[in-house]
RNA sequence: GCGCCUGUAGCUCAGCGGAUUAGAGCAUCUGACUACGGAUCAGAGGGUCGGGAGUUCGAAUCUCUCCAGGCGCGCCA
């Protein structure tokens, strides 16, 4: 309907200019065009669309806001496009105008959608060449991932969908942490405790080395015997020394293997492209900086003061960029990324647009670094940066998730248990009904049902709100739950298995009951979902949608009858069901979650 | 102390500067199964939108201020 919407736009604002000719010359005069402030009904009582603008002009124009109405009112009366379009507009209250679209207009329009594979989403017509770099997911290396990484991979999986079926070119990039003195501190571990795991692929797994990494850091922490020692594992291996090479590559390699039955679980595409990457450009950036003359040295370290944020003693705060044993840190590795993504190819990625999924926590360090980026000119025009946070995972008692001894949840255990919740509950349900279903349906479903709970709860909700994790709540049939949304699908589904034709003909429509125009005005307002939720963001948003887009058809559903309806009815409501199921299943791909026909 | 974020119904949350009724879901209560899967649908009760001030014709929404909570704050990432 964005068409459509636009279309009734031009009308309203040239009624406006028809209707106050003088008002709208002195407007263009001062660079700003009167508004009449279209905008969807805020109530179906009140139509499709209100005009809000008359009450604004009120005072400008010197006349009453109902007066204003009035004129745009009489001039939308001789607009025969518009008049095709719409039926006869209404004042109400102190001077808004609804505005109802004709049924025959709708079911233009829903014809039009029945045959659009896009389903009315525009693709973007413009920077399809530059492409935008989604950051997001990046676990460590020698690190199991955990609730933490949830989020951020769930959340820029569905972000990247988005602007994929936009036409964009996303590049989604795992920014792994998979280099810095924490290489130094396990190698020189292992060395003493498991010098094997360091020569042989496979000679341990990611479990044990999580409890190595563990003692490694405890004794890192307390020894400086060690701390030397690791320092200088860091230095051979950033000199390229061929065995600390290989033991790194060997770390990597068990981790990589690990986050991939992950990604796999959660049909997570990622290119890996870890802090390592950026290594050969680290120098560049600190020579840059300073040539710019942006680099200062305090207390041995090289840093950059940033404007406009305070340290604790009301300086500006100095962001390290060159540690004083002459390290390089995160905010390097972050500058010299940016730097690269924004550069054009071969030596860079070209990018328009640099898009970070990560915790609210790093917005300070964000700011810093996008600063830096731009005092140092490294964001070309027309390019953007973007920091898309977050809030924590928290668990039912407000805090921090952790499991009942206070430790980290592994992402593995997390989604283990949600599909073993799902499949006892799917057990439970086909021994009431004494439905009997083979064993690989049950872990079909209660796999598909799992995940896509998982993924459900934590997109519906707006992202930079911290989000508290319940099973039973995301698990929950009823409700704005992913079970829901695939229950309305399976019942889709069911009509056609039992013989009704989704494709039946759809050249001549038409449709009576209010149940069936309900759920056209939803079906059609899918592509201004899509619109707002990449220029926002907020896949919640497109969860709304869904999950009322699911509750109007249930009410169809459960209301009017489709199979025994007499023709033409019965091919026109076998239309709708067949678009719903399209919408729902292509909202639900975009949120990167699998639907089924039976559950 | 400074910075960022949050505060809306008993609970979990939506909410795009607009209509003298601020929306869902859960929970509670009342109804509806010889229609396509009742994993559903129809309805009811429940709110001084953290407090105060300001801008505006109009504020949950914008500004300021106070209160409460979370997170972060120079050589980890």
Not at 144 to 157: A, N, Q, Y
Not at 231 to 259: M, P, T
Not at 457 to 482: E, H, I, K, P, W
Not at 582 to 595: A, H, V
């Amino acid at each position: 309907m964005l068409k459509l919407s636009n279309a009734i736009g031009v009308q309203v604002q040239n009624a406006l200019e028809r209707a106050f000719p003088e008002a709208t010359t002195t407007a263009l005069a001062n660079g700003k065009a009167l508004n009449p402030q279209l905008a969807p009904a805020s109530k179906p009582e009140f139509g499709d669309f209100q005009v809000n603008g008359a009450l604004q002009l009120a005072k400008q124009l010197k006349q009453s806001p109902r007066h204003i109405a009035l004129a745009i009112v009489e001039q939308l009366k001789t607009d025969e496009a518009f008049l095709s379009l719409c039926n006869s507009p209404e004042i109400a209250g102190p001077g808004f105008i609804n505005l109802s679209l004709k049924n025959e207009c709708l079911e233009t329009e829903i014809k039009k959608q029945l045959k659009d594979e896009r389903l009315g989403v525009p693709l973007t017509s413009q920077g399809k060449d530059k492409p935008i770099v989604v950051d997001f997911s990046s676990p460590n290396i020698a690190k199991e991932m955990h609730v933490g990484h949830l989020r951020s991979t769930i959340i820029g999986d569905s972000i990247a969908r988005i602007l994929e079926f936009r036409g964009y070119s996303v590049l989604r990039l795992n920014h792994v942490g998979d280099w810095g003195t924490q290489f130094g501190m396990l190698i020189s571990h292992l060395k003493r405790v498991a010098p094997s795991a360091l020569t042989t692929a496979n000679a341990i797994d990611l479990g044990d080395l999580v409890n190595f990494y563990r003692q490694a850091k405890q004794r890192f922490d307390n020894d400086v015997e060690f701390q030397d020692a690791s320092r200088q594992e860091v230095l051979k291996l950033q000199n390229g020394d061929s065995e600390a090479l290989k033991a790194w590559h060997l770390l990597c390699d068990q981790s990589r293997k690990d986050f991939n039955q992950i990604y796999k679980r959660l049909d997570i595409r990622l290119t890996e492209r870890g802090e390592s990457f950026y290594n050969p450009f680290l120098k560049n950036v600190i020579d840059d900086l300073d040539n710019s003359g942006l680099l200062i040295t305090d207390e041995g370290a090289k840093c950059v003061l940033l404007n406009g944020i305070s340290s604790k003693e009301g300086k500006p705060l100095p962001m390290i960029i060159q540690k004083r044993d002459g390290g390089f840190n995160y905010a390097t590795t972050d500058l010299a990324a940016i730097r690269y993504r924004f550069s054009e190819s071969p030596k860079g990625d070209g990018a328009q647009r640099l898009i970070y999924i990560t915790d609210a926590g790093q917005a300070n360090h964000f700011t810093g670094v996008f600063q830096i980026a731009k005092r140092a000119k490294w964001i070309p025009k027309g390019g953007h940066v973007e920091h898309v946070p977050f809030g924590l995972v928290q668990g039912e008692d407000g805090k921090k998730l952790k499991t009942r001894s206070g430790e980290t949840i592994r992402l593995r255990d997390l989604l283990d248990e949600a599909v073993g919740r799902a499949e006892k509950d799917l057990r439970g349900r086909l021994k009431e009904e004494g439905r009997k279903e083979t064993e690989n349906f049950i872990k079909h479903v209660s796999n598909t049902v799992g995940i896509a709970a998982v993924k459900y709860a934590d997109l519906s909700q707006n992202r930079v709100t911290n989000y508290q994790f319940s099973f039973d709540r995301m698990l929950a049939l009823q409700g704005n739950t992913a079970p829901y949304l695939l229950y309305a699908l399976v019942r889709i589904a069911g009509i056609a298995r039992k013989g009704g034709d989704l494709k039946a003909a759809t050249e001549k429509l038409e449709f009576n009951e209010h149940q069936e125009f309900s759920l056209i005005k939803e079906l059609l307002r899918f592509d201004e979902v899509i619109v707002e939720v990449e220029e926002e963001l907020l896949p919640n948003r497109l969860c709304t949608y869904l999950f009322e887009l699911s509750q109007v058809f249930n009410r169809f559903y459960d209301q009017v009858p489709v199979l025994k309806a007499n023709e033409p009815s019965r091919s026109c409501r076998l239309a709708l069901c067949r678009l719903t199921a399209k919408t729902l299943k292509l909202g639900m791909d975009l949120l990167g979650i699998p639907t089924l026909e039976r559950m």
